[in-house]
């Protein structure tokens, strides 16, 4: 499959419950990323991983837990989340410049993954 | 940091109108623009961009204008069709440790009425 691929595509889960969400791109980007689009808040930036490392934490609850193992795999660990935490989480990736560098390209979003906590 | 205001929210023309999309951006060192589409269910694209050493660009029915001075840039869509309807949103860059953030508007409901 090509793009950026998210699994599952929907997801119901417990307060106590714990879950991952999944993303993988096949662009060769060096850049990922999660967002959480709710009502409220349109596209909510959350984390975001540069050749592997995090470089951005949104104030994000300890109860997301993100893990970039490598450049092409991104997961969410979810833990004992609340009903507000339902939303589409969206992960996108792109190609970053390197370290001082100011190239802006497009972000590429994955399909989502469409959250209810019970 | 970077701060986007995108107006308005919802927004509905006739079918063949022109419609325009605002916003307005905090930070004077950015320097690209993107506009994303959203239909419903599915995910944003890219439909056009802006870097800062222009200030129009056209694609066929839609266009991006910006003004630097007052830090704001706006979508025009003309002769609108109903595929046209979609959430758009606007955004602007920052740049940490060598990757891209972009902080996006707040999204305009575009709704094209036949």
């Known amino acids: 499959e090509t793009g950026v691929t998210q699994t599952p595509r929907h997801l119901v889960m417990g307060m106590t419950n714990k879950k991952s969400l999944k993303c993988e791109q096949h662009?060769?980007?060096?850049?990922m990323y999660w967002y959480k689009q709710s009502a409220k808040k349109p596209l909510e930036l959350m984390f975001v991983?540069?050749?592997?490392?995090?470089?951005e934490n949104n104030s994000v609850p300890s109860r997301f837990s993100p893990e970039c193992p490598n450049s092409s795999h991104l997961f969410l660990h979810l833990h004992t989340l609340q009903p507000e935490d339902s939303a589409l989480y969206l992960c996108a990736s792109s190609q970053s410049g390197t370290s001082g560098g100011m190239s802006y390209n497009e972000q590429f979003f994955g399909p989502g993954t469409r959250l209810t906590v019970l | 940091g970077e701060n986007v205001e995108q107006h308005p929210s919802t927004l509905s023309v006739q079918e063949g109108d022109s419609a325009v999309i605002k916003c307005t951006y905090s930070d004077s060192a950015s320097n690209y623009f993107p506009w994303y589409k959203q239909e419903l269910g599915k995910r944003p694209q890219l439909i056009i961009d802006i870097r800062s050493n222009v200030g129009e660009k056209k694609d066929q029915r839609i266009a991006v204008t910006l003004n630097k001075t007052a830090k704001h840039f706006s979508l025009h869509i003309t002769e609108t069709q109903p595929e046209d309807s979609a959430v758009y949103f606007c955004a602007a860059p920052l740049i940490i440790q060598g990757a891209q953030k972009l902080v996006f508007g707040q999204g305009t409901r575009l709704t094209i009425n036949p």
């Open positions: 991983y540069n050749f592997k490392e995090q470089t």
């Open positions: 662009l060769g980007h060096n850049a």
